[in-house]
């Protein structure tokens, strides 16, 4: 299981130093999120308690952001705490699941985050880059949450003091206008998938997301495996379940 796989790529990275390969020259589980756990490992020692405890922090930072943005968005209180609980009910779900050493707690943690900083004040390329650092990290954790990284983008057209509805009503104009972070914030994504492809290239010698004979991606740069990444669903099945 994911539990089981991280833990001992953290141990090829921290005991046997083994920080570029990780366990994988070419990837198979494109999921950075070992990385993670040989942090918490490196810390605190053997022990899995700080990683499993660290699921519940990236779940309650993440529902603090939505409250953020939900009153940024000028959402009344009751809907603010409505939106929170409904995410920690999903997010929770089956509470078996909390400790497993699932990545997702982590990688939705850090793509709000970088909404968040994408939110605050005025926007400069200084904010945008540090924004897309986050939001690359939390696709390196898990490659389908690409889709959700980009669409943050769409936090800069509030950028500016004018109210939410003259922004949305003035989408467009917003983009027009602001097309240099939103250009420089989705290259920065584009770099971070980049990364990955020339990491497997390099240090496997396969270019591609994932080694050859994966069950989801086809091991290439496929319209597939785009697909794949920005809906969730292998070709050509519509994106029903996601949506």
Partial sequence: NDWTTYQCYAKLIVVEGQWLEAGEPVLYHPSQYRYIVAFFHGLFGPSAFSQRLSDIWFTLGTAIILIHLATRFGLSAFTTVLTSLLFLSVAVGELTHIGDGLAEYAAMFFIMFAGWILSKGSTNYIRVLVAGVFAT?????????????????CLLINSKEETLSFAWNNFFQEVRSSWKFFAAYLSILGLGLLAIILRNGFVGGHFGFVGPGHPNFSGDLLWSNWYLLLTGTPWPNFPIDTL
């Fill in 137 to 153: 990290l939390g696709v390196w954790l898990h490659l389908d949450r690409i889709g959700v990284a980009g669409g943050i983008a």
